[in-house]
C-alpha cells in the first residue's frame, strides 16, 4: 500500500521519494516574537519578519520529520485508517508532541507561534498523522490556561514524561457548534462529583489516557456559569470508549465517540472553580485554532507543491500543461492563497502569544480563511492532475478528503465567522 506508483507517469509518489527540496522564500521570515518593549529598544525597528535561529531550527527538524517518517508511509495509514502509533511515539521522542507545556513542568514551554512553525511543516506530510501529534496541545490547553500547579505537575508532566494521548472531550451527538447544547452532566456527591454523559466526534477518544470533559453543572444559570471543565483518567470505571470513527479524510486520526456512566471524578480534579468550564474551553480554542490553522496552510503548500511539479512534468500537444494560461493562472491562484493563509495564520498566533485581547478574533480570521484555502487548493490540485488527479493512486485526491474537515472541526467555517462579525460589530458599536 506504502508503494505507490513511481513511472514517470506517476508522479504520486515525487515528493514522497525524492523529496522537492523546497525551500520557500518565507522560511527565514516570520514575526518576531519579542515583547513589544524589546522590539522598541531594538532600533525602534517595529513589524519585523525575520524568524529567529531558534525558530528556524525547530521548523527545519518539523520539515526533516515530515519529509522522512511521515511522507512515506501517509498512503499506507490512509488505506489502512490505522492509528499511527508508531509515528506518533517518534514525534514524541524527539519533541514534536506536548509543544506548548511549561518549562516548569518538563515541557519545551513553546509559544502558539512556534507551534505553527512546527504544524504546518507536520501537515505536508499528512494531515491526519499531524493531527494525532498535535490532538494533545487541544487536550492539554485547558489545564496550561486554568490547572493548579498540582494538576499541571501530575497532567502535563505525565504526558512530558510518557508517550501518552490526551482527548478534549467537548462535542456530542446533539451539539457540535452548540457548546452550550452540551447535555453530559455532572453531580456533586459528597467530596466526588459524578459525570454522566455521551460525547462524539472526539479526536483521540479512543486512544486517550486522560481526557479534558466539560459537562453541565448548574442547569439554571446561562452558558457562561452552567458548566464546569474536569480532567478525568481514561481509566476510571464507567467510561466507554467507541470504536474509530471511518471518516472521510485524516484517517490516520483517531475519532472516536467517549461514553460516560455514573463516572466519578475526585474534587482535586475540577479545572479552575465549579461554572468557569464554558470560559475555560472557549480559551483553549482560541489557543489551538491558530494551529488547525497552520495545518490547513501545510495542506495548501502540499497541494501547490504537488499540482506544480505534475504541471511542468505532465505534456499535452508536446507541452508541458504549465505552458497553459489556464494551468498557470491555477497555480496562482493557489500561491495567493496559500500565502496570504500563513500569513495570517502566523499573525494570529503571534497576537495570542502577546496577550492581545483581540486574540479570538485573529484565531478565527486565520481558521476560516485558510480552511477555505486548503479546500480550494486541494480542489485545484485535482484539477491540474486531470484524470489522475481522481485516483487514488495519486496524493492529491487524498488532499481533497482530508481538507474538508478544517471547514468543520474546532468551529465551523460559519461559527467563525459569527465570532468575526461579532467583534467587527463591537468594535463600531464602541468607537461610534
Same mark, same amino acid.
Given at each position: ?10 508522479? !504520486?509518489?515525487?515528493?514522497?521519494? +525524492? ?21 522598541? =529598544? ?19 527538524? $518539523? +520539515? ?5 517518517? /511521515? ?14 502509533? *508508531? /509515528?506518533?511515539?517518534?514525534?514524541? #521522542? ?9 518549562? &516548569? ?6 509559544? /502558539?507561534? *512556534?507551534?505553527?512553525?512546527?504544524? *504546518? ?21 485547558? %489545564? ?5 500547579? #498540582?494538576q499541571k505537575k501530575k497532567y502535563l508532566g505525565w504526558a512530558v514524561e510518557e508517550p501518552i494521548r490526551v482527548g478534549y472531550c467537548v462535542s456530542e451527538p446533539g451539539a457540535g457548534s452548540d457548546v452550550a447544547g452540551i447535555t453530559t452532566k455532572a453531580v456533586k456527591k459528597g467530596d466526588k462529583w459524578v459525570i454522566d454523559g455521551e460525547k462524539m466526534w472526539i479526536t483521540n477518544g @479512543? ?24 480532567? %478525568? ?23 472516536? @465517540?467517549?461514553?460516560?456512566? #455514573? ?16 470560559? /475555560?474551553?472557549?480559551? $483553549?480554542?482560541?489557543?489551538? +485554532? ?24 505532465? &505534456? ?24 496570504? =493563509? +500563513? ?5 494570529? $498566533? ?33 484539477? %491540474?492532475?486531470?484524470? !489522475? ?38 468594535? &463600531?458599536? *464602541?468607537?461610534?
Amino acid at each position: 500500500v506504502e508503494g505507490q506508483r513511481t513511472t514517470t507517469n506517476m508522479l !504520486a509518489a515525487r515528493s514522497l521519494t +525524492r523529496g522537492f527540496g523546497r525551500v520557500p522564500f518565507w522560511i527565514r521570515r516570520g514575526f518576531s516574537n519579542a515583547p513589544a518593549s524589546e522590539s522598541a =529598544a531594538a532600533g525602534q525597528k517595529g513589524f519585523d519578519l525575520t524568524l529567529s535561529d531558534d525558530q528556524i531550527q525547530i521548523q527545519e527538524m $518539523a +520539515r526533516k520529520f515530515a519529509r522522512e517518517e /511521515i511522507a512515506p508511509r501517509a498512503a499506507y495509514y490512509d488505506k489502512m485508517g490505522e492509528y499511527p502509533t *508508531e /509515528i506518533v511515539n517518534k514525534a514524541w #521522542e524527539v519533541g514534536l508532541v506536548n509543544l506548548n507545556v511549561p518549562e &516548569k513542568y518538563g515541557g519545551q514551554g513553546l509559544g /502558539i507561534f *512556534e507551534s505553527c512553525l512546527i504544524g *504546518e511543516e507536520l501537515a505536508w506530510g499528512c494531515t491526519g498523522m499531524s493531527t494525532a501529534i498535535g490532538t494533545n496541545g487541544l487536550g492539554e490547553a485547558p %489545564v496550561i490556561l486554568a490547572g493548579n500547579h #498540582e494538576q499541571k505537575k501530575k497532567y502535563l508532566g505525565w504526558a512530558v514524561e510518557e508517550p501518552i494521548r490526551v482527548g478534549y472531550c467537548v462535542s456530542e451527538p446533539g451539539a457540535g457548534s452548540d457548546v452550550a447544547g452540551i447535555t453530559t452532566k455532572a453531580v456533586k456527591k459528597g467530596d466526588k462529583w459524578v459525570i454522566d454523559g455521551e460525547k462524539m466526534w472526539i479526536t483521540n477518544g @479512543g486512544v486517550a489516557d486522560w481526557y479534558f470533559v466539560l459537562a453541565k453543572t448548574d442547569p439554571t444559570k446561562k452558558a457562561g456559569e452552567a458548566f464546569t471543565g474536569f480532567i %478525568v483518567d481514561a481509566n476510571t470505571p464507567g467510561i466507554t470508549k467507541g470504536r474509530k470513527e471511518a471518516n472521510m479524510g485524516q484517517r490516520a486520526s483517531n475519532t472516536a @465517540g467517549v461514553k460516560f456512566e #455514573e463516572v466519578v471524578v475526585p474534587e482535586e480534579n475540577v479545572l479552575g472553580r465549579p461554572g468557569l468550564g464554558f470560559k /475555560i474551553a472557549m480559551g $483553549a480554542f482560541d489557543k489551538t +485554532r491558530p494551529f488547525v490553522a497552520c495545518a490547513a496552510v501545510g495542506l495548501g503548500q502540499r497541494a501547490l507543491d504537488e499540482a506544480a511539479a505534475y504541471s511542468l512534468e505532465r &505534456k499535452t500537444f508536446g507541452r508541458p500543461i504549465s505552458d497553459y494560461q489556464g494551468v498557470s493562472f491555477m497555480l496562482a491562484d493557489m500561491a495567493i492563497g496559500v500565502e496570504t =493563509a +500563513r500569513m495570517m495564520t502566523l499573525k494570529s $498566533a503571534w497576537e495570542i502569544d502577546r496577550g492581545n485581547r483581540q486574540g479570538t478574533y485573529f484565531a478565527s480570521i486565520a481558521k476560516a480563511f485558510a480552511s477555505d484555502v486548503c479546500n480550494k487548493a486541494a480542489a485545484d490540485a485535482v484539477q %491540474v492532475f486531470g484524470g !489522475a488527479g481522481f485516483n487514488s493512486e495519486y496524493p492529491v485526491e487524498k488532499l481533497m478528503r482530508d481538507a474538508k474537515i478544517f471547514q468543520i472541526y474546532e468551529g465551523t467555517s460559519q461559527i467563525q465567522r459569527i465570532i468575526i462579525s461579532r467583534a467587527v460589530l463591537q468594535s &463600531k458599536k *464602541e468607537t461610534s
